[in-house]
């Protein structure tokens, strides 16, 4: 699976406005709403679940990344919003640190296979520390799909 596959152009903010971890899942989820990869009237019910699953241990693993994700049984296709804060996001990160890069995956229930392989894409990239640096430091939305096309063709170590 290729991350230019899964993230939505569209929804990838490379000046996300969220300071806090409940408003950077708000803003990501609109991002992908706004640009057709969810319906309009399961958002509320994303953002709870997502923020259901954050109470129940953070997504922030640490070294600035954050990856919130929720498996819907009305979704029909696997979609993922990329956000880059300049600032940092309090996102109760496992090291206590800020996030700068919040990878926010929605899947469909009915294809947890699917879900696992994106997670895996996703863990996998973010690992690196090149690929991390570079996303963290993309200041437009054609600087961050130029990283994913550079990471599904392994131009990145």
């Known amino acids: 699976m290729k991350l230019t ?5 569209d929804a990838i903010i490379a000046d996300l ?3 806090e971890r409940d408003d ?15 319906p309009k009237k399961l ?5 709870d679940q997502i923020l259901a ?5 953070s997504t922030g693993f640490g070294k600035g990344v954050a990856v919130p994700h929720v498996k ?11 956000g880059v804060s300049q600032a940092g996001v309090e996102f109760n990160a496992l090291d206590k640190q800020p996030v700068y890069s919040i990878v926010l995956l929605l899947s469909p229930k009915s294809k947890p296979d699917e879900h696992l392989q994106a997670m895996e894409t996703v863990f996998s990239n973010l690992q690196k520390d090149k690929f991390r640096s570079f996303l963290r430091q993309a200041t ?5 799909v130029e990283l994913l096309d550079e990471a ?4 990145l170590s």
């Open 72 to 82: 819907h049984d009305d979704l029909k296709q696997m979609s993922a919003a990329i």
């Open 24 to 38: 950077a899942i708000q803003e990501l989820v609109d991002a992908l709403v706004d640009a057709g990869a969810a």
């Open 17 to 19: 406005q969220a300071k």
């Open 152 to 155: 599904d063709n392994k131009q």
């Open 5 to 9: 596959d899964l993230v939505v152009h």
């Open 140 to 144: 437009t939305r054609e600087a961050v």
């Open 43 to 47: 958002r509320a019910d994303l953002v």
């Open 53 to 57: 699953r954050e109470k129940n241990g």
